[in-house]
T-cell receptor
């Protein structure tokens, strides 16, 4: 089945220690998104890629970076995690040409910062 | 700018009762509308969507929603609640031919009582 995969599902890191979360997709979608979701809140868009074109949200902290080396993979880098960065991180994909805005989500990575 | 309002952050129903989750949207152009469901520690799963055509949309797990342009609403219903329906539900909007971003409501947590 075509899907969005996130690894790991749970990630524990130390305060200030860089961490990378990964996302891969078999849907061949041209748009990939990273969201941050805190408890009992809606997902908050951090940034998205349309192909290799990177689009950062205005309020996304500089501490968050992203890479998309090819169509299938996208990475979220947190350069110096703080306690406030503990959250669920969701990756999603969509097809700008065919999807009419429909986004497909991965299972998420829950990040714990000690 | 688009926005989504979900009335009721928590809804509680008895097993077998009608489920009604309310969503109102604001959009200056014809919208695409979505309902997503999120189970604990999981990603968002698409329940149903309205893009064009028939205004009554059927989704997975027995859910349906009706797009009412005059009321700017897209309420989610299910005739008979099941224990497995307990989850968080998010309504979202994007615009036809516009940004590939979704604007989410704040979510409604559904509790199903035996």
């Amino acid at each position: 089945d075509a899907m969005v995969i996130q690894n790991p599902r749970y990630q524990v890191t130390q305060f200030g220690k860089p961490v990378t979360l990964s996302c891969s997709q078999t849907l061949n979608h041209n748009v990939m998104y990273w969201y941050q979701q805190k408890s009992s809140q809606a997902p908050k868009l951090l940034f998205h890629y349309y192909d290799k074109d990177f689009n950062n949200e205005a309020d996304t902290p500089d501490n968050f970076q992203s890479r998309r080396p090819n169509t299938s993979f996208c990475f979220l880098d947190i350069r110096s995690p703080g306690l406030g960065d503990a959250a669920m991180y969701l990756c999603a994909t969509s097809s700008r040409d065919r999807g009419r805005g429909t986004q497909y989500f991965g299972p998420g990575t829950r990040l714990l910062v000690l | 700018a688009q926005s989504v309002t979900q009335l009721g952050s928590h809804v509680s129903v008895s097993e077998g009762a009608l489920v009604l989750l309310r969503c109102n949207y604001s959009s200056s152009v014809p919208p695409y509308l979505f309902w997503y469901v999120q189970y604990p520690n999981q990603g968002l799963q698409l329940l149903l969507k309205y893009t064009t055509g028939a205004t009554l949309v059927k989704g997975i797990n027995g859910f349906e929603a009706e797009f009412k342009k005059s009321e700017t609403s897209f309420h989610l219903t299910k005739p008979s609640a099941h224990m497995s329906d307990a989850a968080e539900y998010f309504c979202a909007v994007s615009t036809q031919g516009g940004s590939e971003k979704l604007v989410f409501g704040k979510g409604t947590k559904l509790t199903v009582n035996p």
